[in-house]
């Protein structure tokens, strides 16, 4: 379950959005990001939609995927959205009944709050969706090139993010399994105050540490075997490419968010 | 032509961070220190040879020595023709001995199938084409040609390590050496990555080394190396080998099921050779009986 979140769930299928270049994806999350926070009218946000729509259609990726990848933090979109409801002041009261008062305003913002979290999500799982770990991995590296200069070590930052990404299913699996292993033994990890659960989290935490560092050791036997010597003189298959793919889907989306933009500046001068 | 050749091979592992001399330091030490102690054996390219011994006997130090993942203290290993001493030559004997280790959780870089094979032959400066070629060769190889774009987290584990196996072939060793690597897979798991092993040795003439505590796997090599306590006491054949049923039980190993049979028929009276290996086999032998 938890293990289906956000990591390692590539969606492998041939599409129009994941042959673009990671580097061109990775961009446009961010942009998309801050597109969402700019825009604060419905048709600036409608544009962000319409993107993130494009986006799934030329995935080929299940709407339902997408849709599920909001799950794991439904939670908090209510949560915040109740908070926005009941203390955001502005605006003329539509609705109050004993201490409760809500504005139009306060419903307008609300909305607003949880569809730009929803987006949010939506878009940056779209990435990982039709990006492999690899490819992503690869693209910062390649982003990140310029820091090399400074002697940042950009390769090995990559090697690390791609094998982090890489355990983290399997070390999900060990803590449920050791987990497992000490209710069997008695354990006890639901009762008591916060500082005794924390306590009851150590005989978890040390033999998930143990057994991490004993990977580490076989897994560095393992790429040592298997030729590693660090980044001189490698080669990668797949070589990164910006092709007439990336510029189509950049120019759309640097349109859309040029218009988002113009949005933004004639709200806050209304005069022009 | 050689593949492998240990000479009169001692290794210890340095567990007191000892900098003085190995000579220097042999004196304070019993023999029951050394985890490998003064192997010498040969292993010829296209050889299918298994490696036995129980647990902690030295198998995995050995497979480590092979391609220069540990260096011996005494005697020399020779791969090809270089010293896995010499530590310039250390990058081309391992681009010809490859490993496969036993958990195969902990063999894997990347989270897909493909870009895990790639890690290899990216390592060791091949053309992207060329990489995608081998790509596709090596789960041919490993009968898994539909997996190139899974997770490796949603495979079996038999699947798992003929990933692993595929992600060394990329490479194009010459020896392949499984280190236990079907120790922790089920019966049909085992016979999975089995089944590719022989047939990478007998069809494309691949060395390989199988170090097992599984007696049915080791009967399927051409040679059985026996170790205990870090010592070679076994050599030859699997029927040779097998045939001293009373030596490997004195040694904590057993012999494989037929063989046992045959053993306790031959006890019973019956007159029957113990050098049997396979079920198949021994039945053969007690139909004659009859
Ligand atoms: N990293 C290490 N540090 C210290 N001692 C070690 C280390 N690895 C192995 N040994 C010791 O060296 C000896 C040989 O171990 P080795 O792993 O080669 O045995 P093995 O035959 O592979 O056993 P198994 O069947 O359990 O895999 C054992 O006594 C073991 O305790
Ligand atoms: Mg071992």
């Not at chain 2, 210890?12 to 003085?20: I, M, S, V």
């Not at chain 2, 050394?34 to 010498?40: E, F, L, T």
């Not at chain 2, 890690?119 to 995608?132: A, L, M, R, T, V």
């Not at chain 2, 499984?178 to 019966?187: H, K, Q, R, V, W």
Request: proline content about 4%; some cysteine; glycine content about 6%.
């Amino acid at each position: 379950m938890l293990r289906d979140v956000a990591f390692g769930q590539y969606y492998p299928v041939d599409s129009y959005v994941h042959r673009l270049d990671p580097r061109v994806k990775l961009i446009l999350v961010v942009l998309f990001i801050a597109a969402i926070f700019l825009s604060s009218s419905w048709a600036a946000l409608g544009a962000c939609a319409l993107l993130l729509l494009f986006g799934v259609a030329f995935s080929r990726v299940a709407v339902s995927k997408v849709l599920k990848s909001i799950k794991p933090i439904l939670f908090l979109i209510i949560f915040s959205a109740v908070l926005n409801l009941l203390f955001y002041r502005e605006g003329t009261p539509v609705l109050s009944f004993w201490i409760i008062q809500i504005t139009d305003r306060a419903i307008r913002f609300t909305v607003l709050m949880a569809v730009r979290l929803s987006m949010l999500i939506m878009g940056s799982s779209l990435l990982t969706l039709t990006t492999t770990p690899v490819a992503l991995t690869d693209g910062i590296e390649s982003l990140l090139k310029p820091l090399k200069a400074v002697r940042f070590p950009v390769h090995e930052l990559a090697l690390i993010m791609s094998i982090a990404l890489r355990f983290i299913p399997t070390l999900m699996e060990e803590t449920d399994r050791i987990i497992n292993a000490q209710k069997a033994r008695g354990a006890d990890f639901e009762s008591g105050n916060i500082v005794a659960r924390a306590k009851a989290l150590l005989p978890i935490l040390i033999p998930l540490l143990i057994s991490a560092f004993r990977r580490a050791n076989e897994l560095s036997d393992a790429m040592d075997s298997r030729c590693y010597t660090g980044s001189k003189g490698r080669t990668k298959m797949k070589k990164l490419k910006v092709t007439y793919r990336d510029h189509i889907a950049l120019f759309v989306s640097l349109n859309i968010m040029a218009f988002i933009i113009i949005d933004k500046v004639m709200a806050l001068f209304p005069a022009i | 032509m050689e593949a492998i050749r240990f000479d009169n091979v001692t290794f210890r592992y340095n567990q007191t961070g000892d900098l003085r001399p190995p000579e220097e330091v042999l004196t304070d030490f019993g023999p029951s220190d050394y985890a490998v102690r003064g192997i010498s054996f040969s292993i010829q390219k296209g050889e299918f040879v298994a490696i036995l011994g129980h647990n902690g006997s030295g198998k995995s130090t050995v497979a480590k020595l092979m391609n220069g993942l540990l260096f011996p203290e005494k005697g020399t290993i020779t791969v090809f023709g270089m010293s896995t001493r010499e530590l310039e030559k250390l990058f081309e004997i391992r681009k010809r001995v490859g490993i496969v280790f036993q958990n195969p959780d902990n063999q894997m870089i990347a989270t897909i199938v493909e870009d895990d094979i790639a890690f290899g032959p990216e390592n060791i400066g091949i053309e992207p084409d060329e990489i995608s070629r081998r790509v596709d060769w090596a789960l041919r190889c490993v009968g898994m040609e539909g997996y190139r774009m899974a997770s490796s987290f949603r495979l079996s584990g038999g699947q798992k390590q003929r990933i692993a196996i595929a992600g060394v072939l990329a490479i194009q060793p010459q020896v392949l050496v499984l280190d236990e690597s079907t120790a922790m897979l089920d019966p049909l798991g085992r016979k999975e990555v089995l089944d590719v092993v022989k047939s990478l040795n007998k069809q494309q003439g691949m060395t390989v080394v199988l170090i097992t505590h599984f007696m049915e796997e080791a009967s399927l090599a051409d040679r059985i190396i026996v170790l205990n306590d870090g010592e070679k006491v076994l050599e030859g054949t699997p029927r040779q080998v097998f045939s001293r049923y009373d030596y490997l039980k004195s040694i904590g190993l057993s012999v494989p099921f037929a063989a046992k049979v045959a053993r306790i028929l031959k006890d019973k009276g019956v007159p029957i050779e113990a050098d049997v290996l396979t079920t198949e086999e021994l039945f053969e032998r007690i139909c004659q009986l009859l």
